[in-house]
């Protein structure tokens, strides 16, 4: 019997789910997926870290880490570490807002997910040079609202975990 990698079991539940909601570009389905597969690592979700090394949790930490990386608080630009903190950001809020929406609507917060997410792709897209990368980029600032729907539907649909470990092991394997 195959067994899947992560990366290709969420490859095709994520096809499958975009598909669904007519989004069919394989660069951006390849990119979600890769996101997905590497934040099942709680860790990976907080990779992000301040200069005294402390995970960054918040938006508005990762907008201030940001800030300091363009050379701001007469700190040295850092074009790679603004890159790497936009590119973490842009993954981080569509992770949350597709995966966890219930929990950022209860606390008043998706818009405000949805709107820095879409616009640390923006900035992506701004800076990649990779014309493949720069597309992928460009289209999530551009859908990104949508495909933050698409994931939160993959997650009542495709997996609709219920406290039922029954329930549980069967929602892996739908589709």
Sequence with gaps: MHVPSLYQFFR????????????????????????????????????????????????????????????????KASPTRERSI???????????????????????????????????YWHCADFEVNPRQRQVYAHLHHEFGRISNSLDDMRRVQFPLTPSADNMLMALWRV
Aim: a negative charge; zero cysteines; hydrophobic letters at 35%.
């Design 12 to 75: 095709h539940q994520v096809n499958h789910g975009f598909h669904r909601h007519g989004i069919s570009q394989p660069a951006t389905v390849d990119y979600v997926s890769d996101i997905l597969m590497r934040f099942a690592e709680t860790r990976r979700v907080y990779a992000l870290q301040n200069a005294d090394g402390e995970p960054l949790e918040y938006i508005v930490d990762m907008l201030g880490e940001w800030r300091l990386a363009q050379g701001g608080d007469n700190t």
């Design 86 to 120: 936009l590119r973490h950001l842009g993954e981080y809020t569509l992770f949350m807002s597709g995966l966890f929406r219930d929990r950022l609507r209860r606390r008043g917060e998706l818009n405000y997910y949805l709107t820095h997410g879409s616009s640390a």
